[in-house]
């Protein structure tokens, strides 16, 4: 941990911890005439304890900006500091290991490994740690109590249903013990009533030194989060927090959904 220069604790004081600090960013696909702006300027700040959604259409940038927040990626253009570190600076091993120590990421289809067991994908997070196998194995089996899959820790992922897959992703994700937790539509595979066991699964992991941001095509998700940036052909076109929002985020979702201008 200390060589990202991220620490679980806030010594400056009362202000929370920036852990994520994005200016003028651009990610841009492909050359001219046909290149895709996927991200047009994006500048934002995530702070410990955040929890937040970001929302927008299909093709709106979402993924790519989840994508960069947890260094899967590289701008364009546009500087991203993932704590006091400009990631931008990093070789691809600095930027693994940055990754490794500090983020957990959760995609929409779980892509955990078959083969491998509950308790062995939830493992593939620690292999680079300086950990005995019996200590791996006891923090694996400690994050799957916590997703509530600790005795199906020897089932494979085609012996588990859509939701126990996620759990299990979420658990590998969270083994870690990161300090941001990024998911990109965590519940868009799955039926309401599972969805909702996974989203209570990440209300639990809010914590004050802590980010946990989900991508999420659900207004009903959305708005069970703190915070909410909303985003449109490549830019952030709004940024609510609940303490400061009222019907706003509905007409917010539905006009961005549907492509209408907003002021
Ligand atoms: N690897 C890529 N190569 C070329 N274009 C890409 C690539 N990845 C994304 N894009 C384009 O960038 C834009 C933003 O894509 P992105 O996946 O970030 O959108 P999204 O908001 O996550 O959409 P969805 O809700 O459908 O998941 C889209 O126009 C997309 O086609
Ligand atoms: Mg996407």
Known sequence: MASTGLQHSNPAGSRKAQLFQLRDVYRIYGEEPVA??????????????????????????????LGLLGCLDLPSKGSIKVGPTEITDLDDGERSKLRGNSIGFVFQQFHLIPHLTALGNVATALLYRDLT?????????????????????????????????????IARAIVTEPLMILADEPTGALDTKTAKIVLDIFK????????????????????????????????IIADDLRSERTDALEDRFWESASGSKLE
């Open 133 to 169: 196998k019996s200590e791996i194995h006891q923090r694996a089996l400690e994050a799957l109590s916590m997703v509530g899959l600790a005795e199906r820790h020897d089932h494979r992922p085609v012996q588990m249903s859509g939701g126990e897959q996620q759990r299990v992703a």
């Open 204 to 235: 639990n992991l809010q914590d004050e030194n802590r980010a946990v941001v989900l991508v999420t095509h659900d207004l009903e998700i959305a708005e069970q989060m703190d915070r909410v940036v909303s985003m449109r052909d490549g830019k």
């Open 36 to 65: 895709v702006h996927a991200l047009d300027g994006v500048s934002l700040d995530i702070h410990a304890g955040d929890f937040m959604a970001i929302i927008g259409p299909s093709g709106s940038g979402k993924s790519t900006l």
